[in-house]
């Protein structure tokens, strides 16, 4: 038999190399399916159809240059909705967990099958490697585990879905009143829905040769909560709600040690399943009389004014 030069046989190689193609072929696979599976035919022929139509750049949004310390708008802008105007993005989808426990699986287990067939040909040639042997007992263990967490992840996102919210307007401003839609698909029956307007403060700062940063919630307000429902397998579950930035808010900041995070935040808790949380941003500009009042005001003071006003 062909071997190369370090002993290993051309078929060992052979095989390695068609379990990496298994691999990579497998794995994309089921990224392609995931991916499709947050995105809808009605979506997609909404984005065809909407983009052309909405002006991104508009005398109604005020450019960047005019508040240095907005955070930047184009993702809330750029993808179009389905009923409302806008589609927010998610701050974590958990599309990139399960990316990450698929790739994470699918390689640790490659592996740990190349080995094992490694370990299986040093004892058919009577000089077995008990080193790699004993290793295959924790490593196929770990394999066992990061299959049973990434189908898991795979059924909790099949079975609960994404969770799609859109707005009616961009920008938003202190004092305006804006339609929102919540639509959440899957095979459910949720106990408890509960969506919720909040404004964050976060500060870093440092604390001897540490650099601390921390995080508090300034202002809650309760759009709408929601309980016992069901919601049907193919069915999506959709509703469409009104809501108000307070007029004396703290719009939204960020420089290198401060920020302003104003988001929508959707918290579930459906039946057999762990409750989950889904943030999306948004982005509140100042008024235009309110800039030079606000200018001399310090954004760690100024961002209390929303928490004062729904006390």
């Known amino acids: 038999m062909l071997s190369s030069s370090d002993g290993l046989s051309l078929g060992f190689w052979l095989l390695v190399l068609v379990l990496a193609s298994f691999v990579l072929i497998g794995g994309s696979g089921v990224m392609w399916t995931v991916f499709q599976s947050g995105t809808s035919i009605e979506r997609r022929a909404a984005i065809v159809k909407t983009a052309g139509s909405i002006d991104l750049i508009s ?6 240059r005019e508040y240095p310390t907005l955070p930047a708008d184009s993702n809330l802008t750029n993808s179009p909705g389905v009923a409302l105007s806008y589609r927010l993005p998610t701050v974590e989808s958990p599309i990139w967990s399960l990316l990450a426990a698929a790739l994470f699986c699918l390689a640790w287990n490659g592996v740990a099958a190349v080995l094992t067939v490694w370990a299986t040909r040093s004892w058919a040639s009577g000089d077995p490697e008990w080193l790699l042997t004993a290793l295959l007992v924790p490593a196929h263990a770990v394999g066992a585990w990061s299959i049973y967490y990434f189908l898991r992840q795979l059924v909790v996102h099949t079975a609960m879905g994404p969770t799609i919210v859109e ?7 202190p004092g305006g009143r804006y339609e929102l839609l919540i639509s959440q698909t899957g095979n459910l029956r949720m106990r408890l ?30 759009v709408v909560r929601l309980s016992d429902f069901t919601i049907e397998p193919g069915s ?25 995070n104003w988001k929508i935040v959707v918290s579930g ?15 509140v500009y100042p008024l235009r009389q309110q ?19 729904g006390a």
């Open 59 to 64: 005398e109604a949004v005020p450019m960047p």
């Open 167 to 173: 707005i009616s307007n961009h920008p938003l401003y």
């Open 193 to 222: 829905l509960v969506v919720e307007l909040v404004c964050e403060e976060q500060v870093t700062y440092h604390q001897g040769t540490d650099v601390r940063h921390e995080t508090r919630a300034v202002y809650e307000q309760e």
């Open 236 to 260: 999506t579950f959709e509703k469409e709600v009104e809501f108000a930035i307070p007029v004396e808010a703290m719009h939204s900041f960020l420089s290198a040690h401060n920020s302003v």
């Open 269 to 283: 808790q459906a039946e057999q399943w762990p409750q989950f949380v889904r943030s999306f941003p948004l982005i």
């Open 291 to 309: 800039v030079q009042l606000r200018a001399a005001v310090p954004p760690a003071v100024a961002v209390r004014v929303p928490h004062e006003v």
